[in-house]
């Protein structure tokens, strides 16, 4: 059975950091692209970053390139997503997301390629 669990959310201020760990087990981790999306209440939902399986490409947004770094470690099967210079714009609830299958690529634009999603770790961000 696949689980993904994220943690690390909290409350910061306008221009702080802070840093997002996804945990996945269950599947062969070092195959699968994984991605984080967030969703701020009234809107949809956004891709925020990808990491290829091997960790050698990884993709932003444009709202949060040159301040997000995505990293992946494929020994303990975790992704980390560290927010720096945080906006008020940034908060949202965060959810990670591995790939469906191995044969995908990665992607933060196509949320229908991630099959597998956690229950979301929430992010604030005051002015």
């Known amino acids: 059975q696949v689980q993904v669990v994220e943690s690390g959310g909290g409350q910061v201020q306008a221009g702080g950091s802070l840093t997002l760990t996804c945990v996945v087990s269950g599947l062969k981790f070092d195959h699968y692209p994984v991605a984080w999306f967030r969703q701020a209440p009234g809107k949809a939902r956004e891709g925020v970053s990808c990491v290829s399986e091997g960790g050698g490409s990884r993709y932003y947004s444009d709202s949060v390139r040159g301040r997000f770094t995505i990293e992946r470690d494929n020994d303990k099967q975790t992704v980390n997503l560290q927010m720096a210079s945080l906006k008020p714009e940034d908060a949202a609830m965060y959810y990670c997301?591995?790939?469906?299958?191995?044969?995908?690529?990665?992607?933060?634009?196509?949320?229908?390629?991630?099959?597998?999603w956690g229950q979301g770790t929430q992010v604030t961000v005051s002015s």
């Open positions: 997301a591995a790939a469906r299958d191995t044969t995908e690529y990665c992607s933060v634009d196509e949320a229908a390629i991630f099959g597998y």
